[in-house]
């Protein structure tokens, strides 16, 4: 997974519709989209002009950001 840039503008997205719900820097709608509650969170995916992150993909970014050994090349 590449390492995405944190302040990325991105929007939560509803799946079924893709009808926005949030807008804002990639980190904080990493962080919004983990606050739905599981059984719901396949509703919805993170979109920005460089791609789209799912949960899962999501927490592996945020993970990237917070634990050093994700900076090392």
Do not use: F, N
């Not at 396949?42 to 592996?60: M, N």
């Amino acid at each position: 997974m590449q390492l995405w840039p944190m302040d990325e503008p991105a929007e939560i997205r509803r799946s079924h519709d893709s009808r926005t719900v949030a807008k804002g820097p990639l980190v904080i709608m990493a962080h919004g989209l983990l606050a739905i509650a599981d059984d719901a969170r396949d509703g919805y995916r993170i979109c920005s002009a460089i791609g789209e992150l799912d949960a899962e993909q999501a927490e592996e970014a945020l993970r990237r950001w917070t634990v050093p050994r994700y900076h090392a090349a």
